[in-house]
């Protein structure tokens, strides 16, 4: 049963373009979301996180969108650089009493230069 | 604080040995998390310690695997008789406690190949 899919496995985009990737949640008990960056060999490194009481967070080139009610988020990387090539996971806290966290299966990003 | 530390970072073993990870959290942060990442796949949640408590384990997690978290410092995750399923990369993740969600940090990973 996955509660957090990412539908698409990779995304190539042009050097200055806007990157767009893609997170739905199936559990609407899930109030806080995560981004996650990783590259090859590496820890899954923190990005950007929103709550469910926000329908928006930026922070320098990157912003998240939450709508709860499509149970849908989504990053914006804007403009995109070829250092942005990694896999992107989105993550949602369970507040069930559990407190862990359940992880997409990712979005391979290549930005093209 | 260097962040989030696991050793070893690499483990060959053959197929029925027992393996031991270690992981180093952040100092301040009480709750620990064991995640396993196979290729192609997001991290799979394995089991959470707040402080020494382990309060979570998930069904991923056989009687084969065991962790622990004396004190409620570093964590141990050991697998016995290693299955070539056991292939992966295991992943360790800390942040602060308390009510509310945080941010998970994680380590590099340990990455298991069992021939």
């Known amino acids: 049963d996955q509660q957090v899919k990412q539908n698409s496995p990779s995304l190539s985009v042009q050097e200055g373009r806007i990157s767009i990737l893609n997170c739905d949640y199936t559990n609407s008990m899930f109030d806080y979301f995560l981004w996650y960056k990783k590259y090859p060999a590496e820890g899954p490194t923190f990005l950007i996180s929103?709550?469910?009481?926000?329908d928006k967070n930026e922070d320098g080139r990157f912003t998240v969108f939450l709508n709860k009610s499509a149970k849908h988020l989504s990053l914006h990387i804007v403009p995109s650089q070829p250092g942005d090539s990694a896999v992107y996971f989105c993550?949602?806290?369970?507040?069930?009493?559990?407190?862990?966290?359940?992880f997409g299966t990712g979005t391979r990003l290549k930005v093209l230069a | 604080d260097t962040g989030v530390s696991q050793d070893p970072r690499h483990k060959i073993t053959k197929r029925g040995q027992n393996v031991t990870f270690r992981c180093d959290p952040i100092?301040?942060?009480?709750?620990l998390y064991w995640y396993r990442q196979t290729l192609g796949q997001g991290p799979e949640f394995l089991t959470y310690f707040q402080n020494e408590a382990q309060l979570e384990k998930s069904r991923l997690l056989s009687d084969r695997f065991s962790a622990e978290r004396p004190k409620g410092s570093f964590s141990t995750l050991e697998i016995q008789r290693t299955e070539q399923g056991d292939s992966a990369m295991y992943l360790c993740?800390?942040?602060?406690?308390?009510?509310?969600?945080?941010?998970?940090?994680f380590g590099a990973g340990s990455r298991l190949t069992v021939l």
């Open positions: 993550a949602a806290f369970d507040f069930s009493g559990t407190y862990k966290y359940i």
């Open positions: 993740a800390s942040s602060t406690g308390g009510a509310g969600a945080n941010v998970l940090t």
């Open positions: 929103i709550s469910s009481i926000k």
């Open positions: 100092s301040e942060h009480n709750r």
